[in-house]
């Protein structure tokens, strides 16, 4: 399959996924049902910014251009593909970058995340035929030519494991942060509470920690973050919540809440679902100082990300800063 014919089927495949589509419509049900951290609102998300930073047709006449891909792939190579699973198609990127490079794949999709992204390779498969001999699905990977595996820290010990001895990409835990500085807007905090809350803070792509100045007001952060009380209708999340605030009241340790997200001093990055840390810094060089760039996926705030874009990566926001593509290319 050349490269223009796979350009015009990933343009019908966005017109599809933005559609109203009977067998679309009833996938994306199928997948809320299946896993019920999809929110319906958050597939629809996560949907619209497929559309608009990976399959619009601007952006990926940008993305040929950049690489130079080829017409067609003159040694093509299997790329045993292991997905994620923790917000609605999180692993379609790699799946495109793949489909891109003119490589074939063997998807080991996650089982919270395997009606989307199956029904898009079924969509593909039914518009080009073709397709069925690039891209299929599998428990095992075994014979693969090169691997791209997102997981836990934990799970990348196996991955290393397996698939060291072949060209490799292996991503572990990763989370984000903000940085304020006490000027933000009503309408930057309002929007940093989406970079919060989003999928349930789910992604690595989430805020999960907040540094501030000393003295730093809360309370108009507090009152934004209200816009998400309604995650308190998930049960799982609530169960979250009961959790974590009792273990802070039994252990007598300070915290703050609105009613649907506690905040805890913490100087971790990392932080549970409905929780959220905070820490102060005095000197903002002082503190990137000591940031951990290995654990950071995105910094917000005036000077970094802006708020409201940790997630709205781009095409070019590749996971951990390791340009996926380009290790396509030159395999």
Known sequence: MNLQVRLNLLSRLRNHLSSDHEAWLEAKEKAAYQNSWFLPPFIDLQVSQVCRYMLDATVLQEVVNKYGLPDLQAAPKSIGLVMAGNIPLVGFHDMLCIFLSGHSQVIKPSSKDEVLIRFIVDFMIKEEPTV?????????????????????????????????????????????????????????????????????????????????????????????????????????????????????????????????????????????????????????????????????????????????????????DYADGVDTLQFLVKL
């Not at 999960?208 to 799982?236: C, G, I, R, S």
């Not at 654990?295 to 705030?301: D, F, H, K, M, Y």
Request: charged share 20%; aromatic share 14%.
């Open 132 to 316: 069925a001999t690039m891209i299929r699905f599998s428990e095992q990977l075994k014979g693969c030519d090169a691997y791209i595996a997102t997981g836990s820290n934990h799970s990348a010990r196996y991955f290393e494991q397996y698939f060291g001895k072949y060209p490799h990409i292996i991503r572990k835990n990763r989370t984000s942060i903000a940085i304020l500085d006490g000027k933000e807007t009503k309408e930057e905090l309002d929007l940093l509470a989406d970079d919060i809350q989003l999928y349930f803070g789910l992604g690595c792509r989430n805020v999960t920690q907040v540094w501030v100045p000393e003295n730093y007001d809360f309370q108009p952060l507090l009152e934004a973050l209200k816009k998400y009380d309604y995650l308190m209708d998930q049960h799982k999340y609530k169960h979250n919540y009961d959790y974590v605030l009792t273990i802070n009241m039994m252990n007598r340790e300070a915290y703050m809440t609105n009613g649907s997200i506690v905040l805890s001093p913490n100087k971790s990055a990392f932080s549970g679902i409905s929780n959220l840390n905070y820490a102060n810094y005095k000197d903002l060089e002082e503190l990137i100082s000591t940031l951990d760039p290995d654990t950071l996926q995105v910094i917000t705030g005036h000077g970094f990300t802006p708020f409201g874009k940790a997630q709205c990566p781009s095409f070019f």
